[in-house]
Each structure stands twice: as structure tokens, then as C-alpha cells.
């Protein structure tokens, strides 16, 4: 399997690489900027390509079997920029994805962006720009999963979760334990589905196993 990361040069993006890599999954990281090839392909990157999420990603997209899109801006940005990236520049690949004839666009999007209105106000702007981009992945015609964690964190692994199709309380994830998900879900059969993910008391495999 050929796997493009979006977004392969931030914190879950990075961790992710290793993931695929150990599952025979051959990755091309997508960066902005190619001085971080190095480190990507040391990282285990099969192929570094400079694309900008703003702007033609086609060439990245290119013989790819699926995108696993980790880009954003950050809860913290300011909403011009969230709209940038995490609306648009998702919404962009996804068309350009189809365009190009891949099969599958794995988002990582977030808790709350299905109710912006739940979250606390400074952060509205994020859930709902993930909630736009989720809406239009569903309705692309993709073959897709949305990956909705809680909070990340810079915390070890733990290599349990919490998963459901939709989880009522808040809580937080390490982003190893995300990139660990994403790596098992774009191995799975989770086609067409989208669910929540916290830290919790289950193995990875197995929740994901039981959705």
C-alpha cells in the first residue's frame, strides 16, 4: 500500500511515519518545505515531496492508494489561518484526491467539530472548520474514516483508548497513541466510518475491532 501524510512534518504526522513503515506501508510525506527531508526519510519516509496544502498538491497525490490527512493549524491559531488550512486546504485534497484517483482519505479531525457550539468559544472557530472539512470528505464520494481524537498531548503512549462513534465526555490522547490508530485504521476495513478516540482501558486493536 502507497500512503501519502499531509501534514508529515508535524507532531502526529512525524510519529506516524514509523507506524506505517513497520506495517509494510510504503509512505510519501508531504512538506512544505524540503529541508526537512532528512529527518523525514530517516524517519522511515519512502519519499519526501513539497506541496503546499493551499496550492496544486496533484503530483503528491499521484499513484498514492490513500492520504492520511494530519495538517493543521493548531487550536491556538487565529481563525484566518485555521480556515486556511484546516478548511480549505483539507477540502482542496480531498477534491484533488479524487481527481487524482485515490481510494481512500483517512481525516484527523477532532472532537467537538460535529458541535462546535460545545466547545469553549476561543476554540469554536477550530471544531468548526474541522466539521466543514468532515462534511465535505462525506459527501466526496471517497471511500473515507474520520479520526475525531480529544486533546492531544505530549504524554508516553499508553496503547489503550476509548472509542466510539461519538463519546460524551472530553478527555485527552497521546499523540503516539493517535498515530498508532491512524496506522491501524488505514490497515482496517473502517471505510465509511468515524469515531472518537480518548485515552481509555482498551488495547488499540481491540476497540477499533469492536466498532
Not at 527531508?37 to 496550492?55: F, N, Q, R, S
Not at 503530483?59 to 484566518?80: M, N, R, Y
Not at 505530549?154 to 461519538?166: H, I
Amino acid at each position: 500500500m502507497k500512503v501519502l501524510i499531509a501534514g508529515a512534518n508535524g507532531k502526529t504526522g512525524r510519529r506516524l511515519i514509523p507506524h506505517l513503515v513497520a506495517d509494510n506501508i510504503q509512505v510519501r510525506a508531504m512538506v512544505r518545505d524540503l529541508s526537512q527531508k532528512t529527518d523525514l526519510e530517516t524517519l522511515g519516509a519512502h519519499e519526501v515531496v513539497e506541496a503546499d496544502l493551499e496550492g496544486d498538491c496533484s503530483q503528491a497525490l499521484e499513484g498514492q492508494d490513500a492520504v492520511i490527512f494530519t495538517a493543521g493549524s493548531g487550536p491556538h491559531t487565529g481563525p484566518e489561518k485555521t480556515i486556511d488550512v484546516d478548511q480549505n486546504g483539507a477540502i482542496s485534497l480531498i477534491d484533488q484526491a479524487k481527481a487524482q484517483g485515490v481510494g481512500r482519505f483517512i481525516m484527523v479531525s477532532s472532537m467537538r467539530a460535529d458541535d462546535p457550539e460545545s466547545g469553549p468559544e476561543k476554540l469554536r472557530h477550530y471544531f468548526a472548520a474541522k466539521g466543514k472539512a468532515d462534511d465535505h470528505l462525506r459527501a466526496s464520494g471517497l471511500d473515507y474514516t474520520i479520526v475525531r481524537p480529544g486533546r492531544l498531548t505530549e504524554e508516553p503512549p499508553l496503547e489503550k483508548v476509548k472509542v466510539a462513534e461519538k463519546l460524551k465526555d472530553f478527555g485527552d490522547i497521546s499523540r503516539e497513541d493517535v498515530a498508532n490508530v491512524l496506522s491501524e485504521t488505514a490497515r482496517s476495513e473502517l471505510e465509511n466510518r468515524e469515531f472518537d478516540v480518548i485515552a481509555g482501558p482498551t488495547p488499540i486493536r481491540e476497540a477499533l475491532d469492536a466498532l
